[in-house]
């Protein structure tokens, strides 16, 4: 399995930015992807999930409203549309794959496989000036 991630770069507060996450090596459309963020001396934080069909979406909280998680499952691709961007967002962002077969999933039950995730892209960085 292979996730590569594209799409991080500077930006200023207020801006927006579309990370990439390309899947190879798997049934992409088998699979509930996520994207996770890690600041310098923050402990890694599951920030958007999408379930195999895209009929369900997660959000943490620090991103509701601003942030957009789609796939395309036709290209294995991933996505997570960020607007509004905040300093607080500067981060490495990583896509992450894990099996599940559920089209619908709660916000309980994406944030209950949060340890489960078991591949992993290298991760983008995103930087946002205030």
């Known amino acids: 399995v292979q996730l590569q991630a594209s799409g991080g770069g500077l930006v200023q507060a207020g801006g927006s930015l579309r990370l990439s996450c390309a899947a190879s090596?798997?049934?992409?459309?088998?699979?509930?992807m996520g994207w996770f963020r890690q600041a310098p001396g923050k402990e890694r934080e599951f920030v958007a999930g999408?379930?195999?069909?895209?009929?369900?979406?997660y959000y943490d909280d620090s991103v509701k409203g601003r942030f957009t998680i789609s796939r395309d499952n036709a290209k294995n691709t991933v996505y997570l549309q960020m607007n509004s961007l905040k300093p607080e967002d500067t981060a490495a962002y990583f896509c992450?794959?894990?099996?599940?077969?559920?089209?619908?999933?709660?916000?309980?039950?994406?944030?209950?496989?949060?340890?489960?995730?078991?591949?992993w892209g290298q991760g983008t960085q995103v930087t946002v000036s205030s």
């Open positions: 992450a794959a894990v099996r599940d077969g559920r089209r619908t999933i709660s916000d309980y039950g994406f944030r209950d496989r949060v340890n489960d995730f078991d591949s």
């Open positions: 090596g798997l049934s992409f459309s088998n699979y509930l």
């Open positions: 999408i379930s195999w069909s895209g009929t369900s979406t």
